[in-house]
């Protein structure tokens, strides 16, 4: 069994910042991809940010020159630095990852994390 647990969200002024984390734990052999998408009250989820197991990132433009995704492989987590942040940037935001479990018949599955709220008031 493999879980991501978020954690970091909260409310924040715009223009401060928050640092989202979220760490698999459980049956994992090893992490691929891992990234973060958000979802605002009626909108689907969208594609915030990536990031490879080799460390190269991928941002949508919105959050580009002031997000910052990383990853520490040693503790299965990857974080989400938000600076600057701005009144649109208001979602639930998840944690999404491509793990292959350690069982024999395991394949690459992809999991979420419950969401974590991040508020910007203004």
């Known amino acids: 069994q493999v879980q991501l647990v978020e954690s970091g969200g909260g409310l924040v002024q715009a223009g401060g910042s928050l640092r989202l984390s979220c760490a698999a734990s459980?049956?994992?052999?090893?992490?691929?991809?891992m990234g973060w998408y958000r979802q605002a009250p009626g909108k689907q989820r969208d594609l915030v940010a990536v990031?490879?197991?080799?460390?190269?990132?991928n941002y949508v433009d919105s959050v580009k020159g002031r997000f910052t995704i990383s990853r520490d492989n040693a503790k299965n987590t990857v974080y989400l630095q938000m600076n600057n942040l701005k009144a649109e940037d208001t979602a639930v935001y998840y944690c999404?990852?491509?793990?292959?479990?350690?069982?024999?018949?395991?394949?690459?599955?992809?999991?979420w994390g419950q969401g974590t709220q991040v508020t910007v008031s203004s």
């Open positions: 999404n990852a491509y793990i292959w479990g350690t069982a024999w018949y395991a394949s690459r599955k992809e999991y």
């Open positions: 990031i490879t197991s080799g460390g190269s990132t």
């Open positions: 459980g049956s994992i052999y090893e992490i691929n991809d």
